[in-house]
């Protein structure tokens, strides 16, 4: 059974992977959110690697997508679901470019959560202004 840490975590992973391209701007965006956010506080930052790997293992599985969305939905309280999709959001726009399957992912990750279309399209619109560039 996943944390609800785990699961913000896993969330981050899937979709900075979804494109098949983990990039640098990623990878350190989860860094400093888990290093960072309140969240995160009592999570100790040496389980960061492991539990991306984790991830990662789950998503080579047949079924590994729907496994893990359901590990995240499960682990998640209603209350952070929104948080997830959030986060999801900002590793996206880390790298300024989303990709079609980054986009696909965030649309999967929004139903399972259960996160309506206006909130979600107001975390959006907040993340690309968070990593807006001049």
């Keep these: 059974m996943l944390t609800p840490q785990d699961a913000l975590i896993y969330t981050m992973v899937m979709v900075a992977a979804a494109d098949s391209d983990m990039t640098d701007p990623e990878v350190s965006t989860i ?3 888990v290093s960072h956010l309140p969240i995160f506080q009592n999570f100790e930052q040496g389980r960061l ?3 991306a790997a984790a ?7 047949d079924d590994g997508l729907d496994v893990a969305l359901d590990q ?3 682990a998640l309280p209603a209350k952070l679901r929104e948080t997830a999709y959030a986060l999801a ?3 996206v726009a880390a ?3 989303a990709s079609q399957e980054e986009l696909r992912l965030l649309e999967m990750i929004r ?3 259960d996160v309506d279309r206006l ?6 619109r907040g993340a690309r202004a968070r990593y807006a560039r001049a």
């Excluded at 909130?119 to 959006?124: F, L, S, V």
């Design 89 to 91: 959001c900002d590793v």
């Design 95 to 97: 790298d300024t470019k």
């Design 119 to 124: 909130t979600a399209a107001a975390i959006e």
């Design 72 to 74: 995240i939905k499960a």
């Design 111 to 113: 139903h399972r959560l």
């Design 55 to 61: 991830c990662a293992e789950i998503m080579q599985q």
């Design 31 to 33: 860094g400093e959110i």
């Design 49 to 51: 690697p492991r539990t």
